[in-house]
């Protein structure tokens, strides 16, 4: 079967990344259709065009999309990207956001092997709020959070399979219950009548604040984390820093549920102050793609690429240059 797979270069450092993702796959010998959309803020700056519905439309019959990053300094911010990202994030139901943090002998914190889970389509990122009197002295804006009881189960759930699945086999829920007292409360209770329903699997909870401290001073102490959409996005580029490197950190929005299309990304942004010097890491991008491969069932060519990324995890160069050695020791 020939995966047809949507690729979004984006902008900045995001078509480098992309097309070194794509070298290493090629290599590897993979069956795919690439099919390319033009969009990020270089597309809106051109035409205006944020995420057409027609292209919305043919990335929902596709079988995966792999992105590099969006986003440009010309553009305000927020644009492309609550337009764009987000939502493919919500219209394509792409509930689950898997970011894993591996760090070998070469890094900072050799030996941390965790997965942080995030949930993808609710919280503060759903939208809620707005302003009242918005330029007078007497304004007020509102950014609520929204929880559901199905969002919120979904995710847990995929965070009990994926720990049971794990030699540890423990999950930390990571929240803020002792001032989020509703959306906590809801987690909480739904964390802990799922919990029942896996005896193999032990538990822990930590405040985000504290999450933070462990994060930094003892990272090996976490197997898989699941936690919500806004400390979820906080904690992982956290999660880059401490194990890997964010050179390193890739990242799948996932739709369990297989109605549509994942999506892949590296967690780094564009990073316009390098874009177009050959010096951004390829590897979130190659990491992103295998990911993408496990999810579509190419085990033996993701295995072959995870062990040239092993093998070659030491090599520093351009972005060509790394992307060559991955793909050269396949
Ligand atoms: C991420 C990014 C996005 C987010 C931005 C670009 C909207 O930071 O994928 O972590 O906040 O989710
Ligand atoms: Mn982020």
Redesign the pocket.
């Known amino acids: 079967m020939t995966h047809r797979i949507g690729i979004i270069g984006g902008d900045g450092i995001g078509p480098e990344v992309v097309a070194e993702a794509l070298k290493v796959v090629d290599a590897a010998g993979l069956a795919y259709e690439p099919v390319p959309f033009d969009l990020g803020g270089s597309r809106y700056l051109r035409d205006g065009a944020v995420l057409p519905d027609a292209d919305l439309e043919a990335i929902s019959r596709l079988d995966a999309v792999l992105l590099g990053a969006?986003?440009t300094p010309e553009v305000p911010p927020g644009v492309i990207?609550?337009g764009l990202?987000?939502r493919m994030r919500f219209e394509l139901d792409l509930y689950i956001?898997l970011r894993p943090f591996v760090a070998g002998p070469s890094h900072l914190n050799d030996g941390v092997d965790m997965m942080c889970i995030r949930e993808n389509t609710e919280s503060t990122?759903a939208g809620e709020g707005g302003f009242l009197r918005k330029g007078t002295p007497h304004e007020i804006a509102t950014q609520g959070s929204v929880n559901t009881r199905f969002g919120v189960e979904r995710c847990v759930r995929y965070g009990f399979d994926l720990a049971r699945s794990r030699p540890r086999k423990h999950l930390t829920l990571v929240h803020k219950t002792n001032v989020l007292t509703f959306a906590g409360d809801l987690w909480e209770r739904t964390f802990n009548e799922v919990a029942t329903e896996y005896p193999d699997v032990t538990t822990a909870y930590n405040h985000v604040d504290a999450a933070c401290i462990h994060f930094v001073q003892d990272p090996g102490r976490y197997d898989v984390i699941v936690t919500e959409?806004l400390f979820g996005?906080i904690l992982?580029?956290l999660g880059g820093a401490v194990a890997g490197g964010i050179g390193r950190a890739a990242?799948g929005n996932l739709n369990p549920a297989r109605t549509g299309p994942s999506l892949f990304?590296p967690?780094h942004?564009s990073a316009p102050d390098i874009a177009g010097q050959a010096k951004a890491d390829p590897r979130a991008a190659v990491i992103s793609a295998v990911m993408m491969l496990e999810f579509l069932g190419e085990d033996t060519i993701a295995t072959r690429i995870r062990t040239a990324l092993a093998a070659t995890d030491h090599v520093t160069g351009s972005t060509p240059e790394i992307g060559d050695a991955i793909a050269g020791a396949l």
Do not use: A, K
């Open positions: 969006v986003g990207e609550r990202l987000l956001n990122y959409n996005d992982t580029d990242s990304e967690v942004g």
